[in-house]
């Protein structure tokens, strides 16, 4: 089973994102997300997007697990 992680988009650039911890991870065409929303990624591949309050919302649920 793949678990994809939120992560914060910094910067859009043409068929990437620059995300939080610096990393720029691949988008594919039929992923529409703007600067602030969240990333669903798995390795180096940005698999869905998220709204704002969803990412804060996975996140703050992955991080009362530990």
Same mark, same amino acid.
């Given at each position: ?6 992560? %914060?988009?910094?910067?859009? #650039? ?6 939080? @911890? ?5 988008? =594919?065409?039929? !992923?529409?997300?703007? %600067?602030?929303?969240?990333? #669903? ?6 698999? @869905? ?5 969803? =990412?804060?919302? !996975? ?8």
């Amino acid at each position: 089973m793949c678990f994809a992680i939120p992560y %914060k988009v910094l910067k859009i #650039r043409q068929g990437s994102a620059l995300i939080e @911890g610096g990393k720029i991870v691949r988008l =594919g065409r039929e !992923i529409k997300v703007k %600067k602030d929303e969240y990333l #669903r990624i798995i390795g180096n591949m940005a698999v @869905g997007s998220l709204s704002k309050k969803e =990412g804060v919302k !996975i996140r703050r649920l992955i991080k009362s697990l530990n």
